[in-house]
Each structure stands twice: as structure tokens, then as C-alpha cells.
């Protein structure tokens, strides 16, 4: 059972660790300690720690953009410790359902390296659909959704 709860500033050297491993950087993108302390404190921004059965953080999650009242729900980043190690999709289902149960949202979307096969496979796993590019200056990132009304 993955169990979300909301992060504090003593989780940033995690954080920090997590958003940092090898390859992390490409695909998942990273801030610096201020940002996070900043953002910890800004009630725009949302941070969350994935704790397995034993209450050990492996990963984390960001939403973003959340004074805005227009329905969505923004997924900043997603990252847990070891990728491929079966937590990743749990946490985000718990995400997912925090959004749709705690929140008025009506769509939850993300943006994602078109490299990020991985993730990628996970986000449609969970019926997230590609919307296309996440930009023109970001051709090589897809922004995906899920509406509620999908959801479950």
C-alpha cells in the first residue's frame, strides 16, 4: 500500500536525492534547495512524499499552479528512488485519486519527456491520453491528462 502524505521542509535532502539520480536530470528535471524551501512555503505549490508498507519515502510528487481556478490540476514532477522497482504507479494512482477526491479538479495534467518511454507507459497505464506537444519551443515533451470523469 503506497501512502501519500503532504512534505515537509526536513523532506528536501530526500527530495533533493531523489530528483538527482543518474539520469534524473533529462527526464524528470531538478531545483535547487532554495526552490523547494520557497515552493514548501508558497500555497501554489503542493509537495508530496510516497511512503511504502514500512514508512520509508521512495518517492515524491510536486503539483503546481494551484490557485488557479480554471478545473485542472498541474503534476509539476514525479520521481521516486528506484525507478522500475514496482512504486512509481502505485504512488501516482494515490496522486491521482488525492487530485479527484481532495480538490475540485476536473482534469490532471502533466508534461513528459518524449524519452521517458517508462513514464510514459505508466501515465497510459493509468488512462492519462496524449493531448500532443507540450509546446512549440517544447517539441519533445507531451503534455497528458486525465479527466475525472475518466478516472476510475
Known amino acids: ?30 531545483f535547487d534547495e532554495d526552490v ?15 511512503l511504502d508498507d514500512k514508512g520509508v519515502p521512495q518517492g ?32 501516482l494512482a494515490a496522486i491521482v485519486d488525492w487530485v479527484f477526491t481532495q480538490t475540485d479538479a476536473k482534469r490532471f495534467y ?6 521517458n518511454t517508462r513514464a510514459c507507459h505508466v501515465y497510459t497505464s493509468l488512462g492519462f491520453v496524449s493531448e500532443g506537444p507540450e509546446s512549440d519551443e517544447e517539441p519533445d515533451s507531451t503534455t497528458m491528462a486525465l479527466l475525472k470523469s475518466r478516472w476510475r
Do not use: C
Not at 503539483?63 to 521516486?80: H, M, T, Y
Open 60 to 91: 515524491f510528487a510536486i503539483l503546481q499552479d494551484r490557485n488557479k481556478p480554471d478545473g485542472n490540476e498541474f503534476l509539476r514532477r514525479i520521481a521516486v528512488s528506484n525507478a522500475g522497482g514496482g512504486f512509481g504507479k502505485p504512488f
Open 36 to 50: 523547494h524551501r520557497a515552493n514548501l512555503a508558497d500555497d501554489n505549490w503542493l509537495y508530496f512524499i510516497g
Open 110 to 115: 502533466l508534461h513528459v519527456r518524449n524519452a
Open 1 to 30: 500500500m503506497v501512502a501519500p502524505r503532504r512534505a515537509t521542509p526536513a523532506d528536501i535532502a530526500f527530495i533533493m536525492a531523489a530528483e538527482r539520480r543518474p539520469g534524473y536530470d533529462r527526464l524528470v528535471g531538478r
